[in-house]
């Protein structure tokens, strides 16, 4: 039996697992799905320990409790990874455009649509099937390392606890490598390896006027609209060429390198291809950047939402009495999510016209941009361990997203490598958004051979 | 018996009657409640009919329908006045900010609190008391002038099938006079005739950026962002003095004249006294004007309401697919609602960034603004009237609001005057709507006196 039969093998059983727990809508943004979070937890937990693992426990962090899983090599002194993933997903309503319910996955030949099923329970679960079948292959009863897993549950709604949690469980984190499984590749063909991920930290703006909504017939134009100083705020946002206009916002962010421009040019990146995958008609962002710069190794301002005023059918001639934004800001290497908060909240306390209230409330601390390096020997094993499982050249790209993986990185004291298998057509955070089996499958087997090859590497230097 | 005593001592059956009224959410903006609009309709005609109005119609209007009444005086060569009033409501919903049901009228000491009743119900309905408090003072059975009204039931959605109804109607409106109720005095203790009404068109623009809301990681900063664009359109719609920014908007207005501003600096307004009405605690607007101008002599533009991406709890990190804005704008006598609804397609059609769609959609054709000439016979015998019921001087204001004024002076060719006393503080088009009942009652009296006097002038020069 090698690897790559027992996963094929196992490919029904694993995708039934996986609609099971894309099932709980383990939404942590949403107070009202905190239950389902703690239902999905103790799915993990449950599925972790069928699977094998001695070791499963669920941890409580103050907010939404993560999963932690464990099964030690058999020797002592084989190296110990950490897989980093998470069981909470983005809020989802057949109303923002579903085609299906997005608590009810579905399977359409190799595809299985649903909230949760590429990002990121599909990418946490073939680990499960991995260590499985790296224990098939080889006949032992332990894994060629130590195995640990950690399973946040507020990794969409900013990992408010997870450094603490981190900082507390230090000792039973240690590891050699941290393997991130939350990411996306290149293509479904041309796979690939994640080096970097921007951070982020976001915001809620709020500007408050007249105590109510007021007739404008009577007042507007004589007293401060908040709608309009908010148009006016985030309008100031960006300056002409597309840079964020906030003083101090790229204070620490180093211009990328010819070798890094080099190394994107590099990719077959199709902009028409990447536009229709987001639905836009034509790219823009900052001045002297190509996209794949502006969205990997850029920071930016983003307007996620705003609302004010009456938002129904038909006309209200109000002046509102309050006007809500939400931005969110990601951040690159060398930017630190503190002081860019600062920076913001400076930004819009100086432009607030008189008579109108503000608050800025930061959903939390934010996340660091993190990087891995290609040179370092947890990449080169990755890579070749998801070459063999691929078939074919493995590439390095930049990731869009963020998570908590800086954190990890610098609490820990280890190198991070990007072990994932997602799509940007995925659509993940977006209506429909759906997980490609074979890949799941791949992931699987990349698992298993870079526990394998890890193993064989025998204890890390120093 | 005179016209006072007949008044007071009908004050419960009025405010009965209003409380009844009121209690139909006839909301013409919103087709959820066109039912509940001709249900108003259908209460008015039976109330005016109750009244002894000897002719009771319900108009229909290809929208929501407006009632019509007549009362010939018993003299065939005495004048004839047309009353103008609306029987439709603005939005309200108790999570607006309402103490009380906005459709369940409670009457508190002298103030009757709910949707409506000041704006424009109690205003229509004092004119049924007052043709009966006129009948019982004189012992006649018919009025001293042929009192006609027409009372529509589109005006809080622009009245968009008003016009076209006149001009249908022509003949059975023609009249001397058109006497308004619909606006507001200076306050309880200064009463006051307004002399003047700006004009209004309304509305939404809707940029479309991505098929559906996508990643703010995977897409943010290299894809336009509809909420972006919305906010630097809707920033870009006032220059630095506060002035509207949109090319050819001011064409045709005249600068006001030294006389006129002589006139509004006369009043006694206290702008803190207004803020605290407004809840706002900052007067603001366009450079080298006065509050009172910018609200009465000064074409606006204003943000009614916007709303893109996410606007529930927590947090979504996406480029949102659409954004809209609802924006009306204010115009003084010389400006033509669709040359201003062209220059702001035109305006709005030159900002769109490349990349997003694009809709204007006006909700309807607009009201131009509307005078009345302070030296007119029919201004004169009014403010006496008001004087009379009142017992003290009337004075002169604008009004901020608008409705088809304008319209009417034009297609029937009579003068305008407004008899009305509404109040700033009744808070219309906003949470807790309430009407003084005292001035409801003195409108019915000046209505009386009004009638009494315009019949004793007897027929009009010409
Ligand atoms: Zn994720
Ligand atoms: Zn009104």
Same mark, same amino acid.
């Given at each position: 039996?090698?690897?790559?039969?027992?996963?094929? /093998?196992?490919?029904?059983?694993?995708?039934?697992?996986?609609?099971?727990?894309?099932?709980?809508?383990?939404?942590?943004?949403?107070?009202?799905?905190?239950?389902?979070?703690?239902?999905?937890?103790? #799915?993990?937990?449950?599925?972790?320990?069928?699977?094998?693992?001695?070791?499963?426990?669920?941890?409580?962090?103050?907010?939404?409790?993560?999963?932690?899983? /464990?099964?030690?090599?058999?020797?002592?002194?084989?190296?110990?990874?950490?897989?980093?993933? +998470? +069981?909470?997903?983005?809020?989802?309503?057949?109303?923002?455009? #579903?085609?299906?319910?997005?608590?009810?996955?579905?399977?359409?030949?190799?595809?299985?649509?649903? *909230?949760?099923?590429?990002?990121? %329970?599909?990418?946490?679960?073939?680990?499960?099937?991995?260590?499985?079948?790296?224990?098939?292959?080889?006949?032992?009863?332990?894994?060629?390392?130590?195995?640990?897993?950690?399973? $946040?549950?507020?990794?969409?709604?900013?990992?408010?606890?997870?450094?603490?949690?981190?900082?507390?469980?230090?000792?039973?984190?240690?590891?050699?490598?941290?393997?991130?499984?939350?990411?996306?590749? !290149?293509?479904?063909?041309?796979?690939?390896?994640?080096?970097?991920?921007?951070?982020?930290?976001?915001?809620?703006?709020?500007?408050?006027?007249?105590?109510?909504?007021?007739?404008?017939?009577?007042?507007?134009?004589?007293?401060?609209?908040?709608?309009?100083?908010?148009?006016?705020?985030?309008?100031?946002?960006?300056?002409?060429?597309?840079?964020?206009?906030?003083?101090?916002?790229?204070?620490?962010?180093?211009?990328?390198?010819?070798?890094?421009?080099?190394?994107?040019?590099?990719?077959?990146?199709? /902009?028409?291809? !990447?536009?229709?995958?987001?639905?836009?008609?034509?790219?823009?962002?900052?001045?002297?950047?190509?996209?794949? $710069?502006?969205?990997?190794?850029?920071?930016?301002?983003?307007?996620?939402?705003? !609302?004010?005023?009456?938002?129904?059918?038909?006309?209200?001639?109000?002046?509102?009495?309050?006007? +809500?934004? %939400?931005?969110?800001?990601?951040?690159?290497?060398?930017?630190?999510?503190?002081?860019?908060?600062? *920076?913001?909240?400076?930004?819009?306390?100086? *432009?607030?016209?008189?008579?109108?209230?503000?608050?800025?409330?930061?959903?939390?601390?934010?996340?660091?941009?993190?990087?891995?390096?290609?040179?370092?020997?947890?990449?080169?094993?990755?890579?070749?361990?998801?070459?063999?499982?691929?078939?074919?050249?493995?590439?390095?790209?930049?990731?869009?997203?963020?998570?908590?993986?800086?954190?990890?990185?610098?609490?820990?004291?280890?190198?991070?490598?990007?072990?994932?298998?997602?799509?940007?057509?995925?659509?993940?955070?977006?209506?429909?958004?759906?997980?490609?089996?074979?890949?799941?499958?791949?992931?699987?087997?990349?698992?298993?051979?870079?526990?394998?090859?890890?193993?064989?590497?025998?204890?890390?230097?120093?």
């Amino acid at each position: 039996m090698d690897v790559r039969r027992y996963v094929e /093998e196992h490919r029904d059983e694993f995708v039934a697992a996986l609609k099971e727990w894309a099932a709980i809508p383990s939404v942590s943004a949403d107070p009202g799905h905190h239950g389902d979070v703690r239902k999905s937890a103790g #799915w993990l937990r449950d599925h972790l320990a069928a699977a094998g693992f001695p070791t499963v426990e669920i941890w409580e962090s103050g907010g939404m409790p993560a999963v932690f899983a /464990e099964w030690p090599a058999a020797d002592p002194g084989a190296p110990t990874v950490l897989v980093y993933g +998470h +069981h909470d997903v983005q809020p989802a309503r057949v109303a923002d455009g #579903w085609d299906t319910e997005p608590f009810v996955p579905e399977e359409r030949g190799d595809r299985l649509i649903g *909230r949760g099923t590429s990002d990121d %329970k599909g990418q946490v679960l073939f680990h499960a099937l991995g260590v499985r079948a790296g224990l098939a292959a080889s006949g032992a009863d332990a894994p060629p390392v130590t195995v640990r897993m950690l399973v $946040e549950g507020e990794e969409e709604s900013g990992s408010p606890n997870f450094a603490d949690l981190l900082e507390r469980n230090r000792d039973r984190l240690a590891c050699d490598v941290v393997v991130i499984s939350d990411t996306t590749m !290149w293509s479904a063909d041309v796979p690939s390896m994640c080096v970097g991920m921007r951070g982020l930290t976001d915001c809620e703006i709020v500007l408050t006027g007249p105590e109510t909504d007021v007739h404008s017939g009577s007042f507007g134009g004589a007293v401060p609209n908040p709608a309009r100083a908010m148009a006016d705020l985030l309008s100031a946002l960006h300056d002409g060429d597309g840079r964020v206009a906030v003083p101090g916002f790229y204070d620490g962010v180093a211009e990328i390198s010819a070798e890094e421009r080099d190394l994107i040019a590099r990719l077959p990146f199709d /902009e028409a291809e !990447w536009l229709a995958t987001a639905g836009s008609s034509a790219a823009s962002g900052e001045a002297g950047y190509s996209t794949l $710069e502006r969205i990997w190794v850029r920071p930016t301002a983003e307007i996620n939402g705003m !609302w004010s005023g009456h938002t129904g059918a038909g006309t209200k001639t109000i002046v509102p009495h309050s006007a +809500h934004a %939400k931005v969110s800001f990601r951040l690159v290497p060398g930017q630190e999510p503190a002081h860019v908060q600062e *920076r913001v909240r400076a930004f819009v306390a100086e *432009r607030v016209p008189a008579g109108l209230g503000v608050r800025v409330e930061f959903g939390g601390p934010g996340v660091r941009a993190c990087a891995s390096d290609i040179a370092s020997p947890a990449v080169r094993a990755a890579r070749s361990a998801m070459e063999r499982a691929f078939g074919t050249e493995v590439l390095f790209t930049r990731e869009g997203g963020s998570g908590p993986e800086a954190d990890i990185a610098d609490v820990l004291g280890a190198p991070l490598v990007f072990v994932a298998v997602g799509l940007d057509d995925d659509r993940i955070h977006a209506p429909n958004e759906k997980v490609e089996i074979p890949l799941l499958l791949k992931g699987a087997e990349s698992a298993a051979y870079l526990w394998e090859r890890l193993g064989s590497q025998g204890p890390p230097a120093g």
